[in-house]
């Protein structure tokens, strides 16, 4: 069955596993340190900030990107109640300028009537009444004389 005599069989077997110890086939990570850097991060980020760029369409990875947050701590982010379930807007972009070019039309329609000020008003009250009680009704004292 086994062509091959005792010795050169295990000379193969040693070169095989010395060959495979020799290549790394996966790279093993190395220790990773918690990071230090204070770069970019904000002293204070407040809930309107979070809601402005949430309008904007930033979502928590580009929040995360925005102000050098780690995950957990945008995680924690969210659970306050004013951000709970809150989630980025989409804005969508036109790739070209749309611009209303027409004319704030009127309807034929509809008609205007103008409104008589206060003014106007008391003096078309005073001349009624004049032509109503003739010359009783003194214009000047608003006052009727009995």
Request: aromatic share 8%.
């Amino acid at each position: 069955m086994c062509t091959l005599k005792g010795q050169d069989h295990a000379f193969r077997m040693v070169k095989n596993i010395y060959r495979l110890n020799t290549k790394k086939m996966i790279e093993s990570r190395s220790a990773v340190e918690p990071s230090t850097t204070t770069g970019t991060k904000p002293a204070k980020i407040t809930t309107t900030m979070i809601i402005a760029d949430l309008e904007n369409g930033i979502d928590r990875n580009g929040i995360k990107a925005k102000y050098d947050l780690e995950a957990w701590e945008v995680k924690q982010m969210f659970m306050h109640p004013t951000l709970k379930g809150k989630k980025a807007k989409k804005v969508r972009k036109l790739s070209f300028e749309f611009v209303d070019d027409t004319e704030t039309a009127v309807d034929p329609n509809q008609t205007s009537i103008e409104v008589p000020t206060i003014e106007d008003t008391l003096d078309l009250v005073k001349e009624q009444q004049a032509e109503e009680f003739g010359e009783d009704f003194d214009n000047e004292s608003d006052e009727f004389e009995y």
